[in-house]
């Protein structure tokens, strides 16, 4: 079964041995929100902001992190809107297979050939 976004910041908070309160101070929220998106009792999906300071604190990947929430960063989203042929790319991508992983490889390798 895949990990949440509550599970995961509980874990992560536990392996650096940070406590609630101490976590939930550092990332300028409240211990008992804090408590409530890792217990999954949180109505509320937090903030990009919150979520960012949350990967500071923790050590942890903001991108994962977000995935995680379902949620999609403002600058992707705004990027996203400002090119009119995104769209049409995420479609073909999707329906071609192709995974982030080998779009990563692919934009690399041009990257080097155009030096």
Do not use: H
């Not at 990563?104 to 990257?111: D, P, Q, V, Y």
């Amino acid at each position: 079964m895949a990990e949440t976004f509550g599970q995961r910041i509980r874990r992560v908070r536990k392996e650096r041995k940070l406590g609630l309160r101490q976590t939930a101070t550092k990332a300028g929220i409240s211990a008992t929100f804090l408590s409530r998106v890792e217990t999954e009792k949180e109505p509320a999906t937090p903030s990009e902001e919150t979520i960012r300071k949350l990967a500071e604190v923790l050590g942890d990947d903001f991108d994962e992190l977000m995935q995680l929430a379902g949620r999609i960063p403002t600058s992707v989203k705004d990027y996203m809107k400002a090119d009119p042929g995104m769209p049409e790319f995420m479609r073909r991508t999707q329906e071609s297979n192709i995974s982030s992983e080998k779009l990563m490889e692919l934009l690399e390798k041009a990257k080097k050939e155009n030096g």
